[in-house]
């Protein structure tokens, strides 16, 4: 509770850092790095080549949160809740319950606003940690084009956020919200807003960490490659496919042989 405090009282003081982890090697490093490290449940398409995260379930969403555990010390761990596992207020508690207890994350995220507004409530009032989601919802959403475009879909995200930060969560992903909108919903709210595809309005960045890496073949407007992991891995298997054709490797010091 601590840690999300203190995420809170970043809000106009210092921008927040977030990434998504799916293991422990990746955790591990983002952990030095990051104020809050998501369990994404795009994983069902980074990783399993998924169409859609309706695809995740939960069992998959718990133990890659488990090995994404292992390598964070000081971070804050949420882990998303996959489509159709908080359809009821019960189903919706039971499964964060089993989350938090087989995970030790600090929170849970769920996708929307008003339509599940009672089942956060509920989460809340048995206290379990909440970040909300709202712009494009992935887990749901027919069309994949940035929000705010129009005025009623513009006064809903702002309803929704404001309905959202009195249900008590910590902390509001924006998907892929118009500019302006993120400036004002920011402004509007007190805890902090996290974009993605949102502009730098927001109080802090999220990205899915292959796509900054160059590990995903995606192409999206919001993403900042940092390094062209892809390319640098495909060099490295080419060498070692030349290496073992031609008989450089393994050498002698990369073998055992008894000394006779
Ligand atoms: O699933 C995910 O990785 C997310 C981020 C894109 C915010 O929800």
């Known amino acids: 509770?601590?840690?999300?405090?203190?995420?809170?009282?970043?809000?106009?003081?210092?921008?927040?850092?977030?990434?998504?982890?799916?293991?422990?090697?990746?955790?591990?490093?983002?952990?030095?790095?990051?104020?809050?490290?998501?369990?994404?449940?795009?994983?069902?398409?980074?990783?399993?080549?998924y169409s859609s995260t309706k695809e995740v379930t939960l069992d998959t969403m718990i133990e890659h949160s488990k090995s994404v555990r292992k390598g964070i010390k000081k971070s804050i761990m949420v882990v998303d809740m996959p489509f159709g596992t908080y359809k009821t207020k019960s189903l919706a508690l039971k499964n964060a319950k089993l989350i938090l207890k087989?995970?030790?994350?600090?929170?849970?995220?769920?996708?929307?606003?008003?339509?599940?507004?009672?089942?956060?409530?509920?989460?809340?009032?048995?206290?379990?940690?909440?970040?909300?989601?709202?712009?494009?919802?992935?887990?749901?959403?027919?069309?994949?084009?940035?929000?705010?475009?129009?005025?009623?879909?513009s006064k809903r995200i702002i309803k929704d956020a404001k309905l959202l930060e009195s249900a008590g969560v910590f902390s509001i992903v924006l998907e892929c919200v118009e500019g302006n909108l993120s400036k004002k919903i920011t402004n509007l709210i007190d805890i902090p807003t996290i974009g993605i595809g949102s502009s730098n309005h927001c109080d802090g960045q999220v990205l899915v960490t292959d796509d900054l890496l160059g590990l995903n073949q995606t192409n999206f407007k919001f993403v900042k490659k940092y390094v062209d992991l892809n390319k640098i891995i495909n060099k490295s298997i080419l060498n070692y496919r030349l290496d073992v054709k031609s008989k450089k490797f393994p050498k002698s010091k990369q073998s055992f042989f008894k000394k006779i």
């Open 1 to 49: 509770m601590k840690k999300i405090k203190n995420l809170i009282l970043k809000k106009n003081k210092s921008k927040i850092v977030c990434l998504t982890a799916y293991s422990y090697n990746i955790s591990k490093i983002l952990d030095e790095h990051c104020d809050l490290i998501l369990v994404g449940d795009s994983l069902g398409s980074v990783l399993y080549n």
């Open 102 to 153: 087989k995970t030790k994350c600090d929170a849970v995220k769920l996708e929307g606003g008003e339509k599940i507004l009672s089942i956060i409530k509920d989460l809340i009032k048995n206290k379990i940690p909440v970040m909300g989601h709202l712009g494009i919802l992935p887990q749901t959403e027919k069309k994949f084009t940035f929000k705010g475009k129009q005025k009623n879909e």
